[in-house]
Nanobody, 124 residues
């Protein structure tokens, strides 16, 4: 069983930056690829970014490429999402997810464990 706890959300202005963190506890962190999803009000939850078990491979939603960076620190069992040049359309609850696999996937049904989410609000 993996437990995930997100932090780092908040209220910022357009153009600002935020860094989200997701602390994982449970069995070996490096057995899991890690991802970030988000859900805006009235919309379905959508994929944002994923990172491989080693951290050597990443994949992003097109609209965040060049602005967001996913990374992981295996010594701290933590995955991060650095978000720069934030836009009002980035406003959402951001969720961390884990999947015990080597194949990068962007479909939420393929993920086994989820955090409780952290709110990110970007004002214009």
């Amino acid at each position: 069983q993996v437990q995930l706890v997100e932090s780092g959300g908040g209220l910022v202005q357009a153009g600002d930056s935020l860094r989200l963190s997701c602390a994982a506890s449970g069995p070996t962190f490096t057995n899991y690829l890690m991802a970030w999803f988000r859900q805006a009000p009235g919309k379905e939850r959508e994929f944002v970014a994923v990172i491989s078990r080693s951290g050597g491979s990443t994949y992003y939603k097109d609209s965040v490429k060049g602005r967001f960076t996913i990374s992981r620190d295996s010594a701290k069992n933590t995955v991060f999402l650095q978000m720069n040049s934030l836009k009002p359309e980035d406003t959402a609850v951001y969720y961390c997810a884990a999947r015990r696999s080597i194949v990068l996937v962007a479909t939420q049904r393929d993920y086994d464990y989820w955090g409780q989410g952290t709110q990110v609000t970007v004002s214009s």
